[in-house]
Every structure is written in C-alpha cells, then in structure tokens.
C-alpha cells in the first residue's frame, strides 16, 4: 500500500508554518526565544522582512553542512510513521464512520515551535527534533484534516456557532486518540491550554456513547448553550 503520508524539509513551508505562528506568539511563554521571535515577525514590515528574519532564525538548521542530518532525520520519521499509518488511518475512520479522503499529504518537518497545517495544499508541520514526537503530532494534525473535510463549516452551521467555537470543538475532539490509538501513540495528545474541561467532557461522551456525530452535537450544544470560546 503506498503511503498517505511523505515527510519532508521544505524551507518554504516551513516558512509558512512559522508565519502561521504569528498571530499564535502570546500562547509562548513572555520572554522566551520563541515569544520574543514571533514579536520580531509580527512587527516586519513585509513578507521580505519576514523572510529575512526567518532565514537568521533558523540558518543553522538549515546550514548545507548539515545536510546528512536532516536527511536521517526524515528518513527515521517516515520509517516510524510507516510502522503505524495503516492502523492509523483505519482508526481515524473508524472513530469518524468516514473515509479518511486524501491520497497524499505532506508532513513537514519544522522548527516553528508550534504546528499549523493547509488542508487545501495537503500538508501539515510537526518538530523536526524527533521522530516520535512528529508522529505523535501527525496523528493530532491529520484528525483535524478528516473534521474539515467532513464537519467544520456543516456543524458550524447547523449551530450557529463562531469560527472560534468551531475551530476549539476541532481542536479538543483529539482527546479520542488517547482512547482509540494509545497502541501506536507514543504521548498522550494533551491539546490546548484552556480546553481542559472541553476535553474532558468529549472523553466521557466518547466512552459512553462511541458515536462520534452524537459527542460532537453534544460538544457543539455545550458550547453554544453555554456561551463558550466565543472569540
């Protein structure tokens, strides 16, 4: 069976997962490397600007010299991620009675400090710094792959919900792979801070009800009927 998923570098994108990162920078600790770095992006002037300061930021990772490194490091990542796809994608489907509706996507390997994703050019980002970590965070990326195809702007819309009502349903349903794929996971899927109680909710109704329709509609009427994660 070919593989869905192909990690590789890929400067550009990973350029743009740094940049998908800016309007993110507060969740990083005030102070630290990455807060003060994503500060320098935001106040740049222009992508050019933006380019110029990415490229100093990260000039050792990508240093020629260097090469043999990353190539090992892609290497070792998608013989990990091609021990477990298969079983995988099989669960994402299964938790989502949907089938999973890519034939490629690309995982980049990024020094962002934090992952976003493109579902409409099919790639995701995840740490380059550890295979086991990228594949961790493959997984959480690629559920949120098979909700936009499938639920986002349908159950946006059947509840009259905000973009960030929705967009914080997509990102605590992941708590199901705690469940469902805690074999050939490595680390819990721990989510985002603030989405604790969220997340805790969608675990009882998943073991209750294994339904996924029923637990989101019943994570989507928590939220609108209590005012949640409005904006």
């Not at 570098?9 to 807060?35: E, P, T, V």
């Not at 509706?101 to 390997?109: A, S």
């Not at 469902?180 to 680390?187: G, L, M, S, V």
């Amino acid at each position: 069976m070919k593989n869905i998923v192909r990690f590789e570098i890929n400067k550009r994108l990973d350029f743009k997962n740094h940049s998908i990162g800016i309007k993110y920078r507060k969740k990083f600790l005030k102070g630290s490397q990455f807060f003060n770095y994503y500060k320098k992006l935001a106040k740049a002037k222009n992508e050019k600007k933006k380019w110029e300061i990415f490229n100093k930021e990260t000039a050792r990772f990508y240093d020629k010299k260097r090469k043999f490194y990353r190539d090992l490091i892609v290497r070792q990542t998608q013989e990990l991620w091609n021990n477990v796809e298969l079983k995988y994608i099989s669960t994402l489907e299964k938790i989502h009675q949907k089938k999973f509706p890519y034939k490629r996507i690309f995982g980049i390997l990024s020094t962002a400090g934090r992952f976003g994703y493109n579902t409409d050019n099919k790639w995701f980002a995840c740490p380059y710094d550890s295979p086991v970590r990228a594949v961790d965070t493959a997984m959480h990326e690629m559920m949120h792959f098979i909700f936009h195809k499938y639920f986002f702007n349908a159950w946006q819309k059947r509840f009259s919900l905000t973009y960030n009502q929705i967009w914080t349903i997509k990102e605590a349903v992941t708590v199901i792979l705690n469940s469902e794929c805690n074999q050939i996971r490595f680390n819990a899927d721990m989510g985002h801070p603030g989405h604790e109680n969220l997340r805790e909710k969608i675990k009882k109704d998943w073991l209750k009800y294994k339904d996924f329709e029923i637990v989101l509609n019943r994570a989507c009427e928590h939220v609108k009927n209590n005012k949640l994660f409005v904006k």
